[in-house]
Nanobody, 126 residues
C-alpha cells in the first residue's frame, strides 16, 4: 500500500517557522514527484511546492518563493517543507502528495495527483 504521512503542523506566531515532514512508503522516490498542497478555509486546494528526486529539481509557486524550502532525505523516504516568516494567510491544512515523475520534475494541479496523504493543520496566529 502507498502511504504518505504528513506531520509537523501546529500553532505558530506570525514571523515564526515550522517544518513539515512527509513520510512516504510503498513507492520509490526516484519515480515520483512529491508535492505540498494547501487548503485554506473556504478555498480550493492549491500547489505550494514540488520536489522530484529523479532530477533533484524543485518548484515553488510564486506566493511562497523565498520563504518556503522543500527538501528530501531519500534514505529516510521523507520530504520536508521548511516554512519561514510565516504569515496569518499561511494558515491552512497542508497535504503532501505524489504523482509519477520518473525522468524529471512535473508540476501538476491537484486533480492530477495520484496519491494523497492526510493533512496537517498549520495555524499562524498571535
Amino acid at each position: 500500500d502507498v502511504q504518505l504521512q504528513a506531520s509537523g503542523g501546529g500553532l505558530v506566531q506570525p514571523g515564526g517557522s515550522l517544518r513539515l515532514s512527509c513520510t512516504v512508503s510503498g513507492i520509490f522516490l526516484d519515480e515520483y514527484a512529491i508535492g505540498w498542497f494547501r487548503q485554506a478555509p473556504g478555498k480550493e486546494r492549491e500547489l505550494v511546492s514540488v520536489f522530484a528526486n529523479s532530477d533533484g529539481n524543485t518548484y515553488y509557486e510564486r506566493s511562497w518563493r523565498g520563504r518556503f524550502t522543500i527538501s528530501a532525505d531519500s534514505a529516510k523516504n521523507k520530504v520536508y517543507l521548511q516554512m519561514n516568516r510565516l504569515k496569518p494567510e499561511d494558515t491552512a491544512v497542508y497535504y503532501c502528495a505524489a504523482w509519477p515523475a520518473p525522468h524529471s520534475i512535473v508540476v501538476v494541479a491537484a486533480s492530477a495527483v495520484r496519491y494523497w496523504g492526510q493533512g496537517t493543520l498549520v495555524t499562524v496566529s498571535s
